[in-house]
């Protein structure tokens, strides 16, 4: 039942946010114009240039998503994406706005939902589940058992040998005779 908690979480949320990308990318016109002034309105550099790294992260990270492919990579990026559109755009809004202005309630609700799937994983029923840089979901690989290790003990410093001009001194392991 999990699995299908899982991708239903992931169908819904990586759709819908994938949806939202290609509108503003593809159907609604001066949609880019309108989110690109918004951006240059507060100042970021280059504003065009955010505004398509937006709806392309809306569009390619939601379907990321939706498949279960990279997804956690897509759902972090996706969560930056509400973030920063909800410090920008819906913050001074209230959580659902009456008067038909942008509120942050959708935003947020996106947000926490790529938050959880960034940290629970795609789930069984997904791309990565099958690919073979993924670890097992089933099958953590056990933590080794608890050991104190070693006992050690504080010994005195090995002693100074003395050296007399002109004789090579002896080490463990070669003699040295003053010079380089």
Do not use: N
Not at 61 to 82: H, K, Q, S, Y
């Amino acid at each position: 039942m999990q699995s299908i908690a899982f991708l239903i979480l992931r169908l819904t949320f990586g759709l819908g946010f994938a949806v939202h990308g290609y509108q503003s990318l593809f159907v609604i016109e001066g949609g880019m114009e309108g989110l690109t002034g918004l951006v240059a309105s507060r100042g970021w550099p280059a504003p065009e240039a955010w505004a398509y790294l937006a709806k392309i992260t809306e569009l390619v990270g939601g379907l990321l998503v939706a498949l279960g492919f990279l997804t956690r990579t897509a759902a972090l990026a996706c969560a930056g994406t509400m973030g920063v559109a909800i410090y920008m755009v819906h913050l001074d809004h209230p959580f659902r706005d009456s008067a038909g202005g942008p509120g942050w309630e959708l935003a947020g609700l996106y947000l926490a939902a790529f938050l959880a799937i960034l940290f629970t994983g795609a789930g069984k029923i997904s791309i990565d589940r099958f690919r073979r840089d993924s670890p097992p979901l089933d099958d953590p690989a056990p933590l080794p058992p608890f050991s104190p290790g070693p006992a050690y003990e504080v010994s005195k410093p090995a002693a100074t040998p003395t050296v007399h001009a002109g004789q090579p001194v002896q080490g463990s392991d070669a003699v040295w005779d003053g010079e380089e």
